[in-house]
């Protein structure tokens, strides 16, 4: 054997041992990519039946929105009428219950003047009488 033999049988079995020592996390590589295909199978099979729950709670959603949006609506139209028959009130009553309560505001503020009045005259009457007596 020569030496440039020699050399290729060394370069051949370092090559082989390469090749062992590569095969072993392929392998393992393979098996990892194996259970994560199974994984994401598994995972595609369960998400069918949730996405289907999904979709009927959304229809389910949409139904009471449109419910609600029929509410929010007749909800709108009794706040108009409101409105409309509180400035109808204001418009025919407000003017006469403005001047009902400024006159009996005033009518009870001159019957308290008068009251008073009264009330000073009669202290007034006392207070001469007493210091006539003294």
Same mark, same amino acid.
């Given at each position: 054997?020569?030496?440039?033999?020699?050399?290729?049988?060394?370069?051949? *079995?370092?090559?082989?041992?390469?090749?062992?020592?590569?095969?072993?996390?392929?392998?393992?590589? #393979?098996?990892?990519?194996?259970?994560?295909?199974?994984?994401?199978?598994?995972?595609?099979?369960? $998400?069918?039946? !949730?996405?289907?729950?999904?979709?009927?709670?959304?229809?389910?959603?949409?139904?009471?929105? $449109?419910?609600?949006? #029929?509410?929010?609506?007749?909800?709108?139209?009794?706040?108009?009428?409101? $409105?409309?028959?509180?400035?109808?009130?204001?418009?025919?009553?407000? *003017?006469? !219950?403005?001047?009902?309560?400024?006159? $009996?505001? *005033?009518?009870?503020?001159?019957?308290?003047?008068?009251?008073?009045?009264?009330?000073?005259?009669?202290?007034?009457?006392? #207070?001469?009488?007493?210091?006539?007596?003294?």
């Amino acid at each position: 054997m020569t030496a440039g033999q020699v050399a290729a049988l060394v370069a051949a *079995g370092a090559f082989a041992l390469l090749v062992v020592l590569l095969a072993v996390p392929l392998i393992k590589l #393979g098996r990892t990519l194996d259970e994560a295909t199974i994984a994401i199978r598994k995972a595609h099979e369960r $998400s069918e039946p !949730l996405l289907d729950n999904a979709n009927t709670t959304i229809d389910h959603v949409n139904t009471q929105l $449109s419910r609600v949006d #029929g509410m929010t609506a007749n909800a709108r139209a009794v706040t108009a009428n409101v $409105s409309t028959l509180t400035a109808l009130f204001t418009a025919t009553m407000g *003017g006469p !219950l403005v001047k009902i309560a400024a006159f $009996s505001y *005033g009518l009870n503020k001159a019957l308290r003047r008068r009251r008073k009045a009264a009330v000073d005259d009669e202290t007034g009457r006392r #207070g001469r009488r007493r210091r006539g007596r003294r």
